[in-house]
């Protein structure tokens, strides 16, 4: 979601802001805007759409000086429009930006109107400003302002603010909305993510929850929840920031989708030897906690969602525990029962899902056995919170459909199983044979790529289709999910994905020659069944694209399309079945004519509620 980034240094800092907000985009917005301070002046300057609009008006008007903001934003209150992008503006004098949602903005904003401020906005973010700039006339710091300020507002923020008055720091709030603190020489920074900041730096404090700080050119205060001031650790950070160049692909999504061998290949590289998975994979104590295990309950949003349905499959099938899963959103707002000996797992790509970081604190008030987050970024505050943390690897991913992280996250989970399995069935499961085809996995999805030239040419045949249904049973009815999700995302077709047992409950209804129903047919245990149903929608009339084995039965035919994909051992069927689900969807995007790796209303990292 909206994207932060701040500067107090002795250059001129639009430049550095901007390219900030470039590496920002991945997260999804629909406008940007950045303010500096010059020689006591406050200068801003908004554009709505993409951050190359608000750097051509900038090179159109230059706007020198050393202390400034800059942000990205996601409409939440209000629609996109230049009026309503940030930063937001308080007499002139102070200039705030912030990510996230003040719940309780509608019952301040009387109190600021009584006292004479004039809102210019639809947004919840004005009233921040107005408060902490009338907090500012009372209290003459910036930072006691700010700690009034924050002190008032229910909800989430991640907020920076200048004071144009007082152009040698900026201060910065976080509650829910992840902000770190870049360190650089004579110079410091902040952003919502650390990759914003790599041209600059490569030391970093992350904010924690309550935290408010004072930051200079010279020295970073940081005050806990409490007005405490406290210490945060410095890290130094190796993260590559790869996401600039899409190199021979049109799209940064295509060029994601045919990472992902090499992706799978970072995420096995050093936690598996030829007959065992490494429980010091996964954070210092896990082997000792995977003894106590008893029962699985994971968490997650979107697609991290679908690769744990997938992996619920595996935990009862292979290592024999008991797995429940749970989209966060609906976790955290019901009462649960606590299962004994139950491990909270956590999956999210970017560690900043607002649901998903709740539902990890909720489960440590409820008393879970331990918890371990499943995430991309090394730094984040899922990571950060959990007492084991499995690191995927995937490499950045802008695309805001998600491809590499997912597949990788299917890994990942795999590992997990079979890291517990040691423990659970030592002897009644072949542990070194399923290690021994994860390590086949990049050469199977090298194959599986092979595909898209087949795939590309059946896209053609959804250039008119509004609908689609997409099936599979067992493990691969998750995978129909995540298919039918990749399509609405990028395409707008409308689709659903069922398990295939369940046709005759209702969907059966839907079938007509102008509904493509797509299918996901490995060669396992559950073929026969897949191919009845498969039968029951070719006697309707349906028009049907099967992936299948190439040993299955399946045919092309008038009405139904046969795409062959590569045979594998089925426990990793779903990992295999995602690649051709992924490139259909591409595909017809592509036909659609839409922005493929910034789909509409979407955002990649979703860190509010």
Not at 64 to 91: C, F, K, V, Y
Not at 212 to 240: C, L, N, P
Not at 506 to 516: F, K, Q
Not at 541 to 548: E, R
Request: hydrophobic residues 45%.
């Amino acid at each position: 979601m909206c994207g932060i980034v701040g500067a107090v240094a002795q250059r001129d800092v639009a430049e550095i802001l901007l390219e900030g907000l470039r590496r920002l985009e991945y997260r999804g917005y629909d406008s940007a805007g950045i303010a500096i301070i010059n020689q006591a002046e406050l200068n801003r300057l908004r554009r709505l759409g993409k951050v190359k609009e608000l750097s051509t008006a900038l090179g159109e008007a230059p706007i020198p000086g050393g202390t400034g903001i800059a942000h990205t934003r996601w409409a939440t209150h209000g629609e996109p429009s230049e009026a309503n992008a940030h930063p937001h503006l308080s007499q002139e004098r102070i200039a705030i930006v912030h990510n996230g949602i003040i719940e309780n903005h509608a019952d301040l904003r009387p109190e600021l109107v009584e006292d004479g401020y004039v809102f210019n906005s639809d947004t919840d973010t004005e009233v921040i400003v107005h408060l902490l700039e009338k907090n500012i006339k009372a209290e003459s710091s910036l930072l006691r302002a700010m700690q009034q300020t924050v002190a008032r507002l229910e909800g989430a923020y991640g907020t920076v603010a200048i004071d144009k008055n007082d152009a040698s720091h900026m201060v910065v709030a976080r509650s829910g909305s992840p902000l770190v603190i870049g360190l650089g020489i004579g110079e410091n920074f902040v952003a919502s993510d650390q990759l914003a900041l790599l041209p600059v730096t490569r030391r970093f404090i992350f904010l924690e929850e309550g935290d408010v700080a004072e930051i200079s050119r010279h020295s970073v205060t940081v005050f806990d929840a409490h007005g405490k001031q406290v210490e945060r650790e410095v890290h130094e950070s190796t993260v590559d920031y790869d996401a600039g160049d899409k190199g021979k692909y049109r799209h940064h999504m295509l060029k994601e989708i045919y990472e992902q061998p090499q992706a799978v290949i970072n995420t096995l590289e050093g936690r598996i030897s030829g007959d065992a998975v490494f429980d010091h994979a996964f954070g210092t104590g896990a082997s000792e906690l995977f003894t106590q295990i008893q029962h699985i309950q994971i968490v997650a949003c979107g697609t991290s969602f679908h690769s744990a349905m997938v992996a619920r499959y595996w935990f009862e099938a292979l290592a024999e525990i008991p797995c429940s899963v749970e989209i966060a959103s609906e976790f955290r707002y019901r009462k649960s029962v606590l299962h004994a000996n139950s491990l909270i797992v956590t999956i999210s790509q970017s560690g900043e899902t607002a649901d998903t970081l709740a539902a990890l604190r909720l489960a440590k008030q409820l008393g879970y056995l331990g918890s371990l987050a499943i995430c991309n970024v090394a730094g984040s505050s899922l990571v950060r919170e959990s007492d084991l943390a499995f690191l995927t690897r995937a490499g950045t991913e802008v695309g805001v459909a998600s491809t590499k992280a997912f597949t990788t996250q299917l890994v990942a989970l795999g590992m997990l199983v079979l890291a517990l399995a040691q423990h659970t069935r030592p002897k009644n499961m072949d542990i070194v044979e399923k290690v021994m085809e994860l390590k086949q996995l990049p050469q199977l999805l090298e194959q599986a790529l092979e595909l898209a030239g087949s795939i590309e040419e059946l896209a053609e045949e959804f250039v008119d289709k509004h609908h689609a249904l997409f099936l599979g049973r067992g493990d691969q009815y998750p995978i129909a999910m995540e298919g039918a999700l990749k399509l609405k995302e990028i395409s707008y077709i409308h689709a659903e994905a069922y398990a295939a047992g369940e046709l005759k409950h209702g969907p059966l209804a839907l079938i007509d020659a102008e509904m493509p129903i797509i299918v996901v047919a490995p060669n396992n245990e559950l073929f026969e069944k897949l191919h009845s149903n498969v039968e029951e929608v070719r006697a309707r009339g349906g028009i049907l694209y099967v992936f299948a084995d190439a040993a299955s039965h399946f045919k092309s035919d008038t009405n139904m399309r046969v795409i062959n994909v590569p045979s594998m051992e089925s426990w990793l069927a779903p990992i295999i079945y995602t690649v051709p689900l992924q490139l259909l969807s591409y595909y017809v995007a592509i036909i659609k004519g839409t922005d493929v790796d910034q789909p509409r209303n979407l955002a990649k990292s979703v860190t509010v509620e």
